[in-house]
């Protein structure tokens, strides 16, 4: 692959879009190397994904706007479904997906990082939905995704604008967990992916379906979710070892431990 680095490290692996001539923006061949990277990660080996931009400046500067500017409508909406059908799926990736957000996430960028379970940034990093000064809407799922994860007016206020907000003001509107200066953001990425890695795999993947799926249904479905992959995770070897770990008084699960996601 050109433009996508794949590294398995352990338990988790990292996937680092590099185009860095184009500040990693996301043409059809990208698209198209990251939907392969993607599809072949085995979810059985790897419990944890992380997704960062090669450099110091940029995560994705946006969808590719030199081979958007002659798109017709037909091949817009097409450009559109490619980048929507590679995002799902991230989102719907068995295991969790941590966007490392180094830099500029505007437009795709942004949409790229919000289809990941969790963002954490740099310092340095900047957010935006550019797109209405383009003279387009965002594309790749950004006016759905961003108003379900910060504020409908805070989402509208963003695309309406097209304004883009810095580490600190995402921080504070909840787009992203936590910001850490450049230096410290891929250790800080790996240790959360390794932590996440080191819990009951069956356990990870159902928590992440239970509410994701569960996010997307009236509560009364959305429990039912809930009790039937919670069901699911007993009589495997996850819950007996888990379980029976507390009970032999080795891991005792129920230390109150208090985590800093800041620094954690
Ligand atoms: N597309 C193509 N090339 C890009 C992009 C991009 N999105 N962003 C940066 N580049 C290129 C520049 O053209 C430049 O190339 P070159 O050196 O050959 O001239 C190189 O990257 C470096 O960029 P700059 O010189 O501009 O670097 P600066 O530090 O001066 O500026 C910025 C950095 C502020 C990030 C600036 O590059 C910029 O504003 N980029 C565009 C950001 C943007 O508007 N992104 C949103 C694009 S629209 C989008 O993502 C829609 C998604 C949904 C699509 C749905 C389709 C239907």
Known sequence: ????????????????????????????????????????????KIRALVITGAGEKSFVAGADIGEMSSLTKAE????????????????????PVIAA?????????????????????SENAVFGQPEAGLGITPGFGGTQRLARLVSPGMAKQMIYTARNIKADEAYRIGL???????AELMENAEKMAAGIAAQAPIAVRNCKKAINDGLEAPMDEAIVIEEKLFGACFETEDQRAGMGNFLKKKDDPTKVKVVDFQNK
């Open 76 to 95: 817009g909406e097409a450009f559109g479904k490619k980048g929507n059908d590679v995002f799902r799926k991230i989102e719907t990736l068995p295991i």
């Open 176 to 182: 992203v967990n936590a910001v850490y200066p450049a």
């Open 1 to 44: 692959m050109e433009f996508i680095k794949y590294e398995e490290k352990g338990a988790y692996a990292v996937l680092t879009i590099d185009r860095q001539a184009a500040l990693n923006a996301l043409n059809s061949q990208v698209l198209d190397e990251l939907n392969e990277a993607v599809s072949a990660i085995d979810c059985d």
């Open 101 to 121: 957000v180094n830099g500029f996430a505007l437009g795709g960028g942004c949409e790229l990082s919000m289809s990941c379970d969790i963002r954490i940034a």
